[in-house]
């Protein structure tokens, strides 16, 4: 056998584990098990990833044998070498933190087993860690990627269509709890069912634009038209099973999503780029702070701060865009008094929440029709860049008061008009790059829309007319959750449960600073430090939780700081920066579209956790995002296109 054959061979192997790992993951469940299924979704992954390993290690012996050189700089002893991937001492470092928590942790069997029901012991951890580093190690080929993300899309579908099963009343087993309030399918828990139909909402986006990438203008129009229902039953499922820290997570990552994909962060100027990446990542989260959870009504000083972080945020992204167009950095006055003009109008139009009743909320939405027609008006006047700058604002706009268009018929004009003012400056441009991308990716905002919306149309339209509580027409219990979790989430929550806990964690990582105390020791130690005043706010039926209910502070406190530090710091802000410094060279290849959908699927994981934590279904997909995105980032097989759709880099691990 050839070596080429050798390789490919293992390459073929790698996918069908990679592919029972996308489907087993998120349908491999039984009644018998409670709780979110730990345990069938966990054995899956445990020999997906012992068996991505022994591929990995028999590859690894072969290619010594044949006295194959890594063209990639790599450590080691004789013939065995390991192949640098990118961020190897962070990883390193990680990996002893990890150790050395559970070693010196205050209870050593449950950190090396778990707890139960979660099982997030030093054998789990380690069981993420190498899948991630297997990830990146093994898929090294295009095929795999499409494939990977095509069965993930798949099982997502499915699971998908057992929830819409589920929010009609119609199941194969008995839930102790009302699926058709909340559905959650087959991970058996609305909040990280949701998360994990958000986290694939992106990679089918994705796949839509490698088809248009691949066969532009009507070219295979029927299997656009077919992803594009894929993602609305995906997104569909998603809205069912409404969780407010998964919402939090898809506001803030899909406008950043979209943006690349709307080409308004440029990838031609590589530092330009990645300095607007980070600044638009900063002022989203400052902004969903202040729009979202109204955090700037706790005291004066925190509104000022938000007020002035938000316009420093939109002073750079104004500035980048000049620079994008090789415009100087020089600002005429009407030019900045057209930038605050915008600012207001946007404000007053579309941030602004106030609601009236009668006929005055007719005049209210055409006042705030009039404010959003401001900027567009204005474009007409100024150069590309300021017309891209507005478009920028409204894309993020659409996507901030996408969940609020359930709550008033007021609501939904408004955000007509936010999709109408993108479509006017998006197809506007006279730049007819990726333009055929363009127009499906705007088809996908647009089912976004009406997947919120027409469940909601047949209340809102009886809003119109005065009638008794028993006239009014039924629809999915599914939606009174809906409306009741927006309208929760316009209040920041100063004295809940979940504020109890978080405060307890600042004692807590005090005490333990440097290691932590222990992996999955939060149900162990929580007695020691909680508050007074949990029981009261939990309802007394639950005294000791398993979970923070944030992923940053439990990793702080059981892990240390040093871990949380090396973790977030050097190995997910590493790869995020990995990934933007990789798209330059993605910017012909239809692989910038997963790696980018990659991405914004563990951003909006990593948005989720921060009300919340990940299971083994969440996880591991993350760990596949992750993991697939920083391939692609550094191998050089992705910078082409499917000219030889088995082409993979002969280089050993």
Known sequence: MRLSQFESYIDRINLVIFSVLAIGTPLAFTSITRSVFEVNKMLVMRYA?????????????????????????????????????????????????????????????????????????????????????????????????????????????????????????????????????????????????????????????????????????????????????????????????????????????????????????????????????????????VFSLYYVFEFHLVAPMVGILFFVLCLMCVGLWALVYRLYEGETTRISLSWVGAVGLVLMALYVGAVYKGEFSGYKQLLWVAFQCGCIAIPLLLTRYFSVSFSRFVLRLFVVMFFFRLQYVVLSLSSVLLEMCLMGGVFYLLFSDQNQDGRDEKRWSFAVMVSFFLVVLLPALPNLLSSLVPASKADKPTELLAMDNVRGRVKGLSVAETGSARVSMWKSAVQWSLDYWLVGSGLDTIKYMYPIYRRSDYGILEGGHNFTPDRLHNEYLNNLTTRGTLATLVYYGGIILGWLLLVLKALPRLSRSPYRFFSLALMTGGLIYLGQVMFNFGVVATLVLFYLCVGASWAISIYPDFESDDSDTNAHVKTPS
């Open 49 to 285: 990833t012992i068996a991505l390993m022994l591929c990995w290690f028999f590859r690894l012996i072969v290619l010594a044998a044949n006295r194959i050189q890594s063209t990639r700089p790599s450590v080691g002893w004789g013939w065995l070498r390991w192949e640098k991937i990118g961020l190897d001492l962070f990883l390193l470092l990680f990996f002893i933190f990890n150790i050395l928590s559970t070693v010196f942790s205050q209870n050593v069997r449950l950190s090396v087993i778990g707890s139960y029901d979660r099982w997030e012991g030093i054998i789990m951890a380690l069981n993420y860690f190498f899948l991630l580093v297997m990830t990146v190690k093994t898929m090294r080929s295009r095929f795999q990627v499409r494939w990977l993300v095509f069965f993930l899309i798949v099982a997502t579908a499915l699971s998908g269509v057992y929830g819409v099963f589920q929010s009609l009343g119609i199941d194969f087993l008995t839930w102790s709890a009302d699926p058709t309030f909340r559905v959650f399918a087959c991970i058996n828990n609305p909040v990280h069912y949701c998360a994990y139909m958000a986290m694939n909402v992106p990679l089918c986006v994705a796949l839509l634009m490698y088809v248009c990438h691949r066969f532009p203008g009507a070219n295979k129009w029927q299997y656009k038209v077919g992803m594009v229902l894929f993602n609305a039953l995906i997104f569909y499922a998603q809205y069912l099973s409404f969780s407010r820290a998964t919402w939090v997570g898809f506001v803030l990552a899909m406008p950043f999503f979209y943006l690349f994909l709307f080409r308004l962060i440029g990838i031609h100027r590589p530092r330009l780029m990645v300095l607007d990446a980070l600044s638009v990542l900063v002022g989203l989260f």
